[in-house]
Protein backbone atom coordinates (compact mmCIF):
# COMPACT_ATOMS: atom_id res chain seq x y z
CA UNK A 1 0.00 0.00 0.00
CA UNK A 2 0.73 3.76 -0.22
CA UNK A 3 3.08 5.67 2.51
CA UNK A 4 1.91 8.21 4.86
CA UNK A 5 5.09 9.62 7.07
CA UNK A 6 4.50 11.50 10.04
CA UNK A 7 6.62 14.13 12.11
CA UNK A 8 7.81 13.85 14.74
CA UNK A 9 6.51 10.40 16.26
CA UNK A 10 6.62 11.79 19.58
CA UNK A 11 6.61 15.29 21.18
CA UNK A 12 6.33 16.84 24.49
CA UNK A 13 6.16 20.39 25.04
CA UNK A 14 5.34 22.65 27.90
CA UNK A 15 1.77 24.01 28.25
CA UNK A 16 1.02 27.03 26.66
CA UNK A 17 3.93 26.18 23.50
CA UNK A 18 3.18 25.15 19.88
CA UNK A 19 4.06 22.03 18.23
CA UNK A 20 3.75 21.15 14.19
CA UNK A 21 3.36 17.97 13.08
CA UNK A 22 3.74 16.89 9.56
CA UNK A 23 2.07 14.56 7.10
CA UNK A 24 3.52 13.69 3.76
CA UNK A 25 2.37 11.59 1.41
CA UNK A 26 5.54 9.66 -0.19
CA UNK A 27 4.43 7.69 -3.40
CA UNK A 28 1.30 9.30 -4.58
CA UNK A 29 -0.26 12.74 -4.99
CA UNK A 30 -3.18 13.32 -2.63
CA UNK A 31 -5.52 16.47 -3.16
CA UNK A 32 -7.43 15.48 0.11
CA UNK A 33 -5.57 15.05 3.44
CA UNK A 34 -7.37 14.32 6.78
CA UNK A 35 -6.12 15.13 10.35
CA UNK A 36 -7.45 12.73 13.62
CA UNK A 37 -6.90 12.48 16.91
CA UNK A 38 -7.25 9.38 19.21
CA UNK A 39 -7.52 8.94 22.69
CA UNK A 40 -6.32 5.82 25.18
CA UNK A 41 -8.62 2.81 24.21
CA UNK A 42 -10.53 5.09 21.85
CA UNK A 43 -11.42 5.25 18.32
CA UNK A 44 -10.41 7.60 15.73
CA UNK A 45 -12.18 10.70 15.93
CA UNK A 46 -11.73 13.55 12.72
CA UNK A 47 -10.50 16.65 13.43
CA UNK A 48 -10.26 18.40 9.69
CA UNK A 49 -9.92 17.51 6.22
CA UNK A 50 -7.26 19.62 4.85
CA UNK A 51 -7.56 20.44 0.69
CA UNK A 52 -4.32 21.56 -1.23
CA UNK A 53 -4.00 25.17 -2.25
CA UNK A 54 -7.77 25.97 0.16
CA UNK A 55 -8.39 26.28 3.32
CA UNK A 56 -8.94 23.69 5.77
CA UNK A 57 -12.76 22.18 6.90
CA UNK A 58 -13.14 21.42 10.54
CA UNK A 59 -15.19 19.03 12.10
CA UNK A 60 -17.98 20.53 14.70
CA UNK A 61 -16.47 21.08 17.80
CA UNK A 62 -12.80 21.30 16.94
CA UNK A 63 -10.86 25.38 17.30
CA UNK A 64 -9.71 26.33 13.61
CA UNK A 65 -7.38 28.49 16.02
CA UNK A 66 -6.00 26.58 18.19
CA UNK A 67 -5.65 23.46 15.42
CA UNK A 68 -3.93 25.19 12.04
CA UNK A 69 -3.87 23.64 9.06
CA UNK A 70 -1.85 24.24 5.98
CA UNK A 71 -2.08 21.64 2.72
CA UNK A 72 0.80 23.89 0.89
CA UNK A 73 1.54 20.82 -1.49
CA UNK A 74 -0.10 17.73 -3.35
CA UNK A 75 2.44 15.53 -0.80
CA UNK A 76 2.65 17.60 2.33
CA UNK A 77 0.21 18.85 5.33
CA UNK A 78 0.71 20.30 8.57
CA UNK A 79 -1.10 20.32 11.66
CA UNK A 80 0.10 22.92 13.77
CA UNK A 81 -0.92 22.94 17.61
CA UNK A 82 -1.41 26.63 18.86
CA UNK A 83 -0.69 27.33 22.63
CA UNK A 84 -0.87 23.77 24.07
CA UNK A 85 -2.26 22.65 27.56
CA UNK A 86 -2.43 18.90 28.70
CA UNK A 87 -5.72 18.66 27.66
CA UNK A 88 -4.36 18.53 24.02
CA UNK A 89 -2.04 15.46 24.58
CA UNK A 90 -3.30 12.69 22.24
CA UNK A 91 -2.35 10.63 19.89
CA UNK A 92 -2.57 12.62 16.18
CA UNK A 93 -2.67 10.72 13.20
CA UNK A 94 -2.83 12.24 9.83
CA UNK A 95 -4.04 10.35 6.48
CA UNK A 96 -4.11 10.63 2.75
CA UNK A 97 -6.60 9.69 0.58
CA UNK A 98 -5.95 8.57 -3.07
CA UNK A 99 -7.95 8.74 -6.54
CA UNK A 100 -9.47 5.10 -5.59
CA UNK A 101 -10.83 6.30 -2.39
CA UNK A 102 -8.51 4.76 0.18
CA UNK A 103 -7.18 6.53 2.55
CA UNK A 104 -3.70 5.50 4.04
CA UNK A 105 -2.69 6.59 7.07
CA UNK A 106 0.53 8.01 9.02
CA UNK A 107 1.99 5.94 11.49
CA UNK A 108 1.05 8.83 13.90
CA UNK A 109 2.08 11.34 16.51
CA UNK A 110 2.25 11.13 20.19
CA UNK A 111 2.15 14.66 22.17
CA UNK A 112 2.16 14.93 25.56
CA UNK A 113 1.98 18.82 26.84
CA UNK A 114 3.33 19.50 30.22
CA UNK B 1 -28.20 9.93 14.57
CA UNK B 2 -25.71 7.85 12.57
CA UNK B 3 -23.69 4.77 14.21
CA UNK B 4 -21.17 2.44 13.51
CA UNK B 5 -21.19 -0.42 16.07
CA UNK B 6 -18.43 -3.40 16.51
CA UNK B 7 -18.06 -5.28 19.19
CA UNK B 8 -16.27 -3.97 22.03
CA UNK B 9 -15.57 -7.17 23.71
CA UNK B 10 -12.07 -8.77 22.66
CA UNK B 11 -12.37 -11.73 20.54
CA UNK B 12 -9.88 -14.92 22.00
CA UNK B 13 -9.29 -17.26 19.15
CA UNK B 14 -7.20 -20.29 18.77
CA UNK B 15 -4.08 -19.96 16.28
CA UNK B 16 -5.63 -22.14 13.38
CA UNK B 17 -9.35 -20.79 13.70
CA UNK B 18 -11.34 -18.43 11.73
CA UNK B 19 -11.87 -14.71 13.18
CA UNK B 20 -15.48 -13.34 12.23
CA UNK B 21 -15.93 -9.83 13.34
CA UNK B 22 -18.62 -7.75 12.57
CA UNK B 23 -19.54 -3.89 11.68
CA UNK B 24 -23.45 -2.75 11.74
CA UNK B 25 -24.45 0.71 11.05
CA UNK B 26 -27.53 3.08 11.20
CA UNK B 27 -28.44 5.81 9.11
CA UNK B 28 -26.04 5.45 6.81
CA UNK B 29 -26.34 4.89 3.07
CA UNK B 30 -22.35 4.39 2.40
CA UNK B 31 -21.37 3.75 -1.34
CA UNK B 32 -18.45 1.95 0.11
CA UNK B 33 -16.68 0.36 3.75
CA UNK B 34 -12.83 0.04 4.80
CA UNK B 35 -11.47 -2.42 7.21
CA UNK B 36 -8.38 -1.42 8.87
CA UNK B 37 -6.16 -2.99 11.40
CA UNK B 38 -4.72 -1.04 14.31
CA UNK B 39 -1.48 -2.02 16.30
CA UNK B 40 -0.73 -0.39 19.67
CA UNK B 41 0.66 3.23 19.41
CA UNK B 42 0.32 2.92 15.81
CA UNK B 43 -1.60 4.64 13.08
CA UNK B 44 -4.61 2.23 11.05
CA UNK B 45 -3.26 -0.01 8.20
CA UNK B 46 -5.55 0.28 5.56
CA UNK B 47 -7.06 -3.66 4.66
CA UNK B 48 -10.24 -4.14 2.27
CA UNK B 49 -12.18 -1.71 0.88
CA UNK B 50 -15.75 -2.81 -0.74
CA UNK B 51 -18.25 -1.09 -2.42
CA UNK B 52 -21.79 -1.06 -1.78
CA UNK B 53 -22.27 -3.18 -4.95
CA UNK B 54 -20.02 -5.88 -4.00
CA UNK B 55 -21.47 -8.99 -1.60
CA UNK B 56 -17.47 -10.15 -0.70
CA UNK B 57 -13.77 -9.80 -1.27
CA UNK B 58 -11.27 -11.65 -0.38
CA UNK B 59 -7.47 -10.84 -0.18
CA UNK B 60 -4.79 -13.47 1.29
CA UNK B 61 -6.39 -14.67 4.29
CA UNK B 62 -8.82 -12.02 4.95
CA UNK B 63 -12.61 -11.70 3.97
CA UNK B 64 -15.30 -9.20 3.99
CA UNK B 65 -18.70 -9.16 2.98
CA UNK B 66 -21.13 -6.06 2.86
CA UNK B 67 -25.11 -6.93 2.94
CA UNK B 68 -26.44 -3.35 2.35
CA UNK B 69 -29.94 -4.73 3.03
CA UNK B 70 -28.79 -5.78 7.15
CA UNK B 71 -26.54 -2.55 7.10
CA UNK B 72 -23.91 -5.02 8.23
CA UNK B 73 -19.86 -5.91 7.27
CA UNK B 74 -18.84 -9.21 8.34
CA UNK B 75 -15.02 -9.45 8.48
CA UNK B 76 -13.23 -12.65 8.65
CA UNK B 77 -9.45 -14.19 8.61
CA UNK B 78 -9.04 -17.37 7.93
CA UNK B 79 -6.02 -19.86 9.04
CA UNK B 80 -5.51 -16.90 11.83
CA UNK B 81 -1.98 -16.51 13.72
CA UNK B 82 -0.62 -15.13 16.55
CA UNK B 83 0.50 -12.38 14.07
CA UNK B 84 -3.10 -11.14 13.34
CA UNK B 85 -3.40 -10.08 17.19
CA UNK B 86 -4.74 -6.58 16.80
CA UNK B 87 -7.59 -3.84 16.77
CA UNK B 88 -9.62 -3.93 13.33
CA UNK B 89 -11.63 -0.81 12.26
CA UNK B 90 -14.38 -0.55 10.36
CA UNK B 91 -14.85 2.85 8.52
CA UNK B 92 -17.87 4.19 6.47
CA UNK B 93 -17.34 7.24 4.09
CA UNK B 94 -19.88 9.97 4.90
CA UNK B 95 -20.62 13.37 2.84
CA UNK B 96 -17.42 15.36 2.01
CA UNK B 97 -15.22 12.25 1.66
CA UNK B 98 -15.09 11.72 5.43
CA UNK B 99 -14.30 8.56 7.25
CA UNK B 100 -15.94 7.40 10.21
CA UNK B 101 -14.62 4.82 12.68
CA UNK B 102 -16.70 2.19 14.29
CA UNK B 103 -15.19 1.37 18.11
CA UNK B 104 -12.96 -1.61 16.66
CA UNK B 105 -12.48 -5.20 18.23
CA UNK B 106 -9.74 -6.20 19.40
CA UNK B 107 -8.44 -9.38 18.34
CA UNK B 108 -6.16 -11.86 20.06
CA UNK B 109 -4.43 -15.21 18.29
CA UNK B 110 -3.63 -17.75 21.08
CA UNK B 111 -0.82 -19.94 19.75
Known amino acids: GAVVSQHPSRVICKSGTSVKIECRSL??????MFWYRQFPKQSLMLMATSNEGSKATYEQGVEKDKFLINHASLTLSTLTVTSAHPEDSSFYIC??????????FGPGTRLTVL | SQKIEQNSEALNIQEGKTATLTCNYT??????LQWYRQDPGRGPVFLLLIRENEKEKRKERLKVTFDTTLKQSLFHITASQPADSATYLCALEAAGNKLTFGGGTRVLVKP
Open chain 2, 27 to 32: NYSPAY
Open chain 1, 95 to 104: SARSNYNEQF
Open chain 1, 27 to 32: DFQATT
